[in-house]
């Protein structure tokens, strides 16, 4: 019998398939010339997961990030996601136009700064519209009825649908570079420092809205902070990290309420408690 | 009665690096279990170890020895031992937790804090947040209060979301940390009705209880943590 066959077995006698990760990350290592960006990182990221990688500025989160979600290129070591038919594929295996459809359809990245994930002077409607129409959808009406309801899902109102991201503020911008992330309905998305550069109260907003989104569409996610408060509310595991490397890893608020290695300690007992 | 979780030989000792790597050990040798339909106290002198203990049965507190098995989805599993993942099931589905103090997320109303341990199941939020309705009523939490996060919130009414939160689910095991602590009289007494029916249902109980008179309304028996004192088992 094949594997697909005994799925289907089980499947019939109402047994659900043992689920698999989405993601397997094994030993990824990046340098930069003799500066070591992140080494010999391996873990699993299951489905509607969400992971949150910590650590000091230069600590080597933003290169872990990137070499997992395909934008920069790793030394060593591999990445393997769980395509939608269940096959896994090595992504450095991938052809780069296989690669490219992955990131625009069934992955999504939110950048720290939106800038970098939106398009400045194109209305916010078409910013959401154009992932729609990247993953072959071309039926206008219907593209902007998505986009009208992406940007009430993210709280901008409608009368802004014709608005260029550049009239909006911080926050703003950031949900629209969530919803245009969203819009695709993909099952990973990659953030690196969502709510970095947000007033506090907008952070608190922003972090509101990812947890809802997130728990409702059941998304996986890995998001890089260096801050353990956003880690806390957002994240089910963590990965702490320093000088690129793993320093602990486990559930979340195990490594904050009981952290073992030094520098988790000494992470952990820097925050102000509020 | 039927044990839904044993205890065994589990330890802990804290190593603070930030002092110079000097250790702490709180409990070790701590055995015991906990059988469905009843309710056993953790009993002892403040420090000695209690809430370390409900901790690390909940997964929030490693253990550095010693086995912690749960009946759970019909099987029994370690949880001393479980990966992040099979703890976070066992929170959803088997071992319900009322801390001692609430976390409060910002933004989130207390209908939806109380309601949360449902949604994660999959329920449907408004059924949810009807539950959670009924428990702030039982547990008179004044109504105008429903809507608001409750960051803002006296001691007594976070208290009172963070029973709601605990029991508004059928975990067949909870864990209650000194839950009547900042509650007056006529609310003590509705925690000890709570208490009361979810030994009916079968559930297994572990709380904490300063106050003698909610100790000895629910308890059945006393587990002594003074008896698992590290300094104790070193001796
Ligand atoms: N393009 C680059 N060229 C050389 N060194 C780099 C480059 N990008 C990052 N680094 C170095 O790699 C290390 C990790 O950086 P980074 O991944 O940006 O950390 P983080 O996101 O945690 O702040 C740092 O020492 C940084 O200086
Ligand atoms: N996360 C922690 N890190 C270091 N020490 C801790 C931690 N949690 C508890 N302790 C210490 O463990 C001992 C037992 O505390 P606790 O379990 O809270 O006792 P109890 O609930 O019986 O009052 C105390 O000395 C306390 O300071
Ligand atoms: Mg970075
Ligand atoms: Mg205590």
């Known amino acids: 019998m094949t594997t697909s066959d005994t799925l289907e077995a089980l499947a019939k006698a109402g047994i659900p398939a043992p689920e698999k990760p989405l993601l397997t990350v094994e030993k990824l290592t990046r340098v930069y010339g003799k500066r070591i960006g992140c080494a010999d990182v391996s873990f699993d990221l299951w489905p509607g997961e969400v992971l949150a990688i910590v650590g000091e500025s230069g600590s080597g989160k933003t290169t872990l990030l990137n070499c997992i979600s395909s934008r920069l290129t790793p030394t060593c070591g591999t990445v393997h996601y769980r395509m939608r038919d269940g096959a896994s594929a090595d992504i450095y295996k991938m052809s780069e136009a296989e690669r490219r459809y992955l990131m625009r359809t069934d992955w999504g990245f939110v950048h720290q700064n939106p800038i970098d994930g939106l398009r400045m002077t194109v209305s916010a409607g078409a910013n959401v519209g154009e992932r729609l129409m990247a993953v072959g959808n071309r039926h206008y009406g219907n593209i902007r009825g998505a986009a009208i309801e992406w940007l009430a899902r993210v709280e901008i109102e409608e009368d802004r649908v014709d608005d260029q991201p550049r009239t909006f503020s911080g926050g703003m911008r950031q949900r629209l570079q969530i919803a245009r992330n969203l819009v695709t309905e993909p099952r990973l998305v990659f953030m690196d420092e969502p709510t970095g550069g947000l007033d506090v109260s907008v952070q608190a907003r922003l972090l509101d809205l990812l947890r809802g989104l997130v728990s409702d569409l059941g998304l996986a996610v890995i998001v890089v902070t260096h801050d353990l408060a956003v880690a806390r509310l957002l994240s089910d595991r963590m990965i702490v990290m320093k000088e690129g490397r793993v320093i602990e890893a486990g559930l979340t608020d195990r490594v904050l309420d009981d952290p073992r290695a030094p520098y988790t300690q000494l992470l952990v007992s820097s925050i102000l408690q509020v | ?235």
């Open chain 2, 1 to 235: 009665m039927n044990t839904l979780l044993v205890a065994s030989e589990v330890k802990k000792t804290f190593v603070m690096h930030m002092r110079g790597g000097v250790e702490l050990p709180v409990v070790a040798n701590v055995s015991f279990s906990l059988k469905g339909g009843a309710c056993a106290v953790l009993g002892g002198p403040s420090g000695v170890g209690k809430s370390s203990i409900l901790k690390m049965l909940y997964g929030n507190y490693g253990c550095d020895g010693g086995q912690i098995l749960v009946r759970h989805h019909g099987r029994h599993v370690d949880v001393a031992s479980a990966s992040p993942r099979l703890v976070l099931e066992i929170r959803r589905d088997t071992i319900g937790y009322v801390s001692q103090f609430l976390r409060a997320v910002p933004r989130v109303s207390a209908l939806d804090v109380a309601a949360e341990p449902l949604l994660i199941r999959g329920v449907e939020r408004e059924a949810a947040r009807e539950q959670a309705r009924g428990l702030f009523t039982e547990l008179n939490l004044p109504e105008k209060l429903w809507s608001l996060p409750p960051a803002t919130f006296s001691g007594g009414e976070q208290q009172r979301v963070n029973i709601a939160r605990g029991f508004i689910t059928d975990h067949p095991i909870l864990l209650l940390d000194e839950p009547t602590a900042s509650l007056d009289a006529a609310n003590r007494e509705v925690v000890i009705g709570l208490i009361a029916s979810k030994k009916a249902e079968g559930a297994a109980l572990l709380g904490i209880f300063h106050d003698t008179d909610v100790r000895n309304a629910v308890a059945d028996h006393v587990i002594d943590v003074s008896a698992f004192a590290a300094g104790k088992a070193a001796a």
